[in-house]
Antibody, heavy 117, light 110 residues
Framework: LQLQESGPGLVKASETLSLTCTVSGGSISSDSYYWGWVRQPPGKGLEWIGSTYYSGTPYYSPSLKSRVTISVDTSKNQLSLKMTSVTAADTAIYYC???????????WGQGTLVTVS | QSVLTQPPSVSAAPGQKVTISCSGTSSNIANNYVSWYQQLPGTAPKLLIYDNDKRPSGIPDRFSGSKSGTSATLGITGLQTGDEADYYCGVWDSSLSTVLFGGGTKLTVL
C-alpha cells in the first residue's frame, strides 16, 4: 500500500489549502480502515486534523473543525483535504495516513510541505 | 503544551536499554489504545506499537510497549545508532473527541 500527497506547496494567507492523497496498491474502500490527515509544523510535533471512513461521516479535530473538510473519491482512490482561511500557523508538513478503529496510523504518505505566505 | 506528556529527550549507549514514558489521563491513555511511532530525520512517522503492546509485522522485538493506568511506556533494548529518532505516543481522547499525540521524545544513542 502506498499513499502520496499532492498539492500546492505555497498558499497565500486567508486562502484555501487543498491537498489530495492518492492511494495505490490497495482500495480506499477497504473494510475496517479509516483515512486521515496529520500535520507537523517544521521542527514541532504531530497534530491530527481529521479522519473519515470511505462511506462514513468525517470527524475532525475540534480545534480545526470550523475550517476543515475531508472527503473521499472512491472512483479515483483519493482522499482530499480542504482548509479555509489559512494563516502562517498552518505552515506544516501534511501527511495522509491509514488507521484502524483504534487510531493506529499504520501507513503514511511521505508528506508534503505547505507554506502559508 | 501537549495533553500527553513525554520527556523531551532521552539518551543511552549502544546496546543499552531505554524507556520513554507517555503520561495522560483517564479520558485518553487509561481507557483507549496507545500507539507509538518512530520518526527518523526527514521521514514520515512509522508505527512501532499499536493496541498498547502489539508490534506490527516487521518491527523487531527490541521494541515493546506497556500501559498502566494513565501512563504508557515504550521500551527499546539493544540500542543501535539507527534508532536515533523522535518517538511519539498517540491515543484517542474520549472527552476531547480528538486524537492526541505526545510532544515527542528525541532519542540519542551516544
Amino acid at each position: 500500500l502506498q499513499l502520496q500527497e499532492s498539492g500546492p506547496g505555497l498558499v497565500k494567507a486567508s486562502e484555501t489549502l487543498s491537498l489530495t492523497c492518492t492511494v495505490s496498491g490497495g482500495s480506499i474502500s477497504s473494510d475496517s480502515y479509516y483515512w486521515g490527515w496529520v500535520r507537523q509544523p517544521p521542527g514541532k510535533g504531530l497534530e491530527w486534523i481529521g479522519s473519515t471512513y470511505y462511506s462514513g461521516t468525517p470527524y475532525y479535530s475540534p480545534s480545526l473543525k470550523s475550517r476543515v473538510t475531508i472527503s473521499v473519491d472512491t472512483s479515483k482512490n483519493q482522499l482530499s483535504l480542504k482548509m479555509t482561511s489559512v494563516t502562517a500557523a498552518d505552515t506544516a508538513i501534511y501527511y495522509c495516513a491509514r488507521h484502524s478503529g483504534i487510531f493506529d496510523f499504520n501507513y503514511w504518505g511521505q508528506g508534503t510541505l505547505v507554506t502559508v505566505s | 503544551q501537549s495533553v500527553l506528556t513525554q520527556p523531551p529527550s532521552v539518551s543511552a549507549a549502544p546496546g543499552q536499554k531505554v524507556t520513554i514514558s507517555c503520561s495522560g489521563t483517564s479520558s485518553n491513555i487509561a481507557n483507549n489504545y496507545v500507539s507509538w511511532y518512530q520518526q527518523l530525520p526527514g521521514t514520515a512517522p512509522k508505527l512501532l506499537i499499536y493496541d498498547n503492546d502489539k508490534r506490527p509485522s516487521g518491527i523487531p522485538d527490541r521494541f515493546s510497549g506497556s500501559k498502566s493506568g494513565t501512563s504508557a511506556t515504550l521500551g527499546i533494548t539493544g540500542l543501535q545508532t539507527g534508532d536515533e529518532a523522535d518517538y511519539y505516543c498517540g491515543v484517542w481522547d474520549s472527552s476531547l473527541s480528538t486524537v492526541l499525540f505526545g510532544g515527542g521524545t528525541k532519542l540519542t544513542v551516544l
